[in-house]
């Protein structure tokens, strides 16, 4: 029995060959994993979830398919308007605030003349790392009507005791206070990004035209940090409309159901093992904060 070997000009080609496939294969076995966790733990929730939205489950045994029943009841539902009513209010409170605030914090923290910078960085990033759960608890001991130390020391002034967490007129803005210690740091480090990116050179043009730096700020910064701040806005009102832990530990969605969010409404099927009409919440929630997405998108489009 005879073998045939092969020419030597065949098998450098033959390996060449080979050399080009492993490179075209290469990117796609190194993004393998993402794409298999992606859809392990992306689209196929999404799907079962779209899916489940239609069917009246308990969590237990068949499915029974409800088509657009789900939806029908949280649209005329008043609780589910309510909920979304308190979110929109509680955005009111914080997301205006907070750009603002976030915006000028930024601009100081980014001022070459400002001592121990890196210092006040890592003071301000502290709230957001810390565990919600444990900053929620401190702040139902702070805002505690009869014990807390805010009306101790409003007392000290003559000021009477304030239902801080027992009252709807004051229950949402100490939520918010609460969103707003926690998060503005993380929006800060955001907008400190953006204003690397900016060129120092306008700054040093407006300072030769004599421009304050309130000037400055208005008509240089904002406009260059617009981006940025849309990002901010979109992220920020995600938060706020998925918000769930703050109601949950310091308030109970009380008093009254006026601090019940879109989050925590959400919640309340979950623990009614009313999972169908919790996937129709979730959605109509998605579309919700979708069609907001677009809107500040399309107004940054405008400006553009």
Request: no cysteine; charged share 10%; aromatic share 12%.
């Amino acid at each position: 029995m005879t073998t045939t070997a092969l020419p030597s000009a065949a098998r450098p080609r033959a390996r060449r060959g080979g050399t080009r496939m492993r490179r075209r294969i290469a990117p796609y076995l190194f993004v393998l994993p993402f794409v298999a966790i992606f859809l392990a733990f992306s689209v196929y929730p999404l799907i079962f979830t779209a899916r489940l939205s239609f069917t009246n489950w308990h969590g237990a045994g068949a499915a029974e398919w409800v088509g657009w029943d789900n939806y029908t009841y949280l649209l005329g539902s008043p609780a589910f308007w309510s909920s979304l009513g308190n979110s929109a209010v509680l955005w009111l409170l914080i997301v205006p605030i907070q750009i603002v605030l976030a915006v000028i914090v930024a601009v100081l923290l980014d001022s070459a003349k400002l001592r121990l910078r890196g210092m006040y960085r890592v003071a301000f990033i502290v709230p957001f790392v810390t565990p919600l759960v444990a900053v929620a608890q401190i702040w139902v001991v702070l805002f505690d009507q009869d014990h807390g130390a805010v009306n101790a020391l409003l007392g000290l002034v003559g000021i009477p005791d304030v239902g801080w967490l027992t009252t709807s007129a004051w229950a949402k803005p100490t939520l918010a206070l609460l969103f707003l210690w926690k998060t503005t740091g993380f929006i800060v480090i955001i907008l400190l990004s953006g204003l690397q990116s900016i060129d120092r050179s306008m700054y040093e043009a407006a300072d030769l035209d004599g421009a304050s730096p309130i000037r400055q700020l208005w008509s240089i910064t904002v406009p260059l940090l617009r981006r940025t701040i849309m990002f901010a806005v979109v992220l920020q009102t995600l938060a706020v409309f998925q918000m769930f832990a703050e109601p949950f530990v310091v308030t109970q969605g009380g008093p009254y159901n006026s601090t019940t969010t879109a989050g925590y409404y959400l919640y309340n099927h979950i623990t009614r093992a009313d999972l169908g009409t919790g996937a129709a919440n979730s959605f109509l929630l998605v579309i919700l904060v979708m069609i907001l997405s677009l809107f500040f998108v399309r107004m940054l489009r405008a400006k553009d």
